[in-house]
């Protein structure tokens, strides 16, 4: 399940609101199933479907389920909540929930469309809209949460930095290569037995290609003995390999002409490729490419200066934060991750935050305290599946604010049903 929404608030609009932006949309040709269920009980109990709510709504809840005309398949949720520090005010949410994120976003799109055309004439509701999630490249995570946090960019004050991610398959090829056995004088695998290593690691041939133009791995072009295996020379490209080939020469190990043997591809680790995984670099980049493959909004990985974060981001308007450690997640890891969560808390209020360490030696989750949710550990080997049920939690939560725990559907009076008597 996927799902976007957009907010409208009012201030002075009393009970109904919700209601009344649920029969716009029904005007237009959506189904509400809140009509049917009224229908249903006068029907069936003349007089005993009951009055409207006399007050705005005390928590947040579903007032109506609409079915949109084009795509069955999607639900449109229209739920009220009071608003946070306005006594009285009202916020309606529109919540597009799709069986995937495009479907959700285009059904999304077309009911705030819907509802633009019957603002009363003079676009009424467009003046009430405080939030949008479905914009295109919008950035919810707001300059002030990145300054508290400690995260802007150095050279850019207030501005968060976007490193380039590498996906944890960059991250695992260069420790394959940093244990394979010895070649040319340094650890290496040859791109023809990749398949053959017999670890259970494959490396993508690609993924090594591009680490080459990053510089964190090094490409030999060589020619190698079909018989023993070992290199018999070294080409600063193939073009290279392919001319040694066509010499009148024998191979020095298996004395077979040098046309007869194979040309293959040797990849190392650098210097800078061997940096980079003795750091939490590597943890820090696939974290991010992560997030963003996620639909994570404003990723920022950068390293907090005072050191209790290394980044942040922002998901279905919650903001999760993150520590990595290469090693075993200690007490003050868990301590400076929730004091961070704490003084987040200040800057912006009712804004709910989640906290997480990538570990590469992951242990039981530390519990949070003062109120705070559990402090999530995540296996940085098994990045993506951590990921996806820490945003999965996010994402429930997310979908429980908006929506409430009740549907406010049609409600009887119970003295109209023990009045009736059969027949």
Known sequence: MEFEHFEYKFSSEGAGVGRRIASLLAEQGYQSLHREAVDLVRRYLPGGAGAEPADPPAHAATVDVLIPPATPAVRILVCERPAIGAPGSATVAVVAVGRSLDEAHRSRTAAKLALDSKGNGDNELAGHLTADNGRARASRFRPEWAQALGLTHPDAPGTPSLSTPRPLASAQALFTLQGAQPLLGRPAVVRSRLDKSGNGTHVDPAVLDGLVAEGLVERSFVLMCRESGQVVGIGKDAAEVQAAMQLAIRCPHC?????????????????????????????????????????????????????????????????????????????????????????????????????????????????????????????????????????????????????????????????????????
């Not at 990849?267 to 490729?273: D, E, M």
């Not at 990723?299 to 520590?323: I, N, T």
């Not at 800057?347 to 003062?370: D, E, L």
Request: proline share 7%; hydrophobic share 40%.
């Open 255 to 423: 004395r077979r002409p040098l046309g007869d043997e194979s040309q293959d591809v040797v990849y190392s680790l650098s210097t800078p490729g061997e940096e980079f995984i003795r750091s939490t670099r590597w943890m820090r980049d696939a974290l991010e490419s992560s997030l963003r493959k996620r639909h994570c909004e404003a990723v920022l990985l950068d390293g907090a200066a005072d050191g209790r974060l290394d980044g942040a981001a922002c998901y279905k308007d919650a903001v999760l934060l993150f520590r990595l450690k290469d090693g075993a997640a200690a007490d003050d890891d868990v301590r400076m991750l929730l004091q961070a969560s704490a003084e987040f808390a200040h800057v912006a209020p009712g804004v709910p935050t989640r906290s997480a360490i990538v570990t590469t030696q992951p242990a039981a989750p530390a519990a949070g305290g003062n109120g705070n949710p559990p402090c999530v550990v995540l296996d940085a080997s098994r990045l993506d599946e951590g990921l996806d049920r820490l945003l999965e939690d996010v994402k429930r939560e997310a979908f429980a604010r908006l929506t409430g725990t009740m549907l406010q559907f049609a409600r009887p009076d119970p003295g109209t049903l023990l009045s009736r008597t059969p027949a």
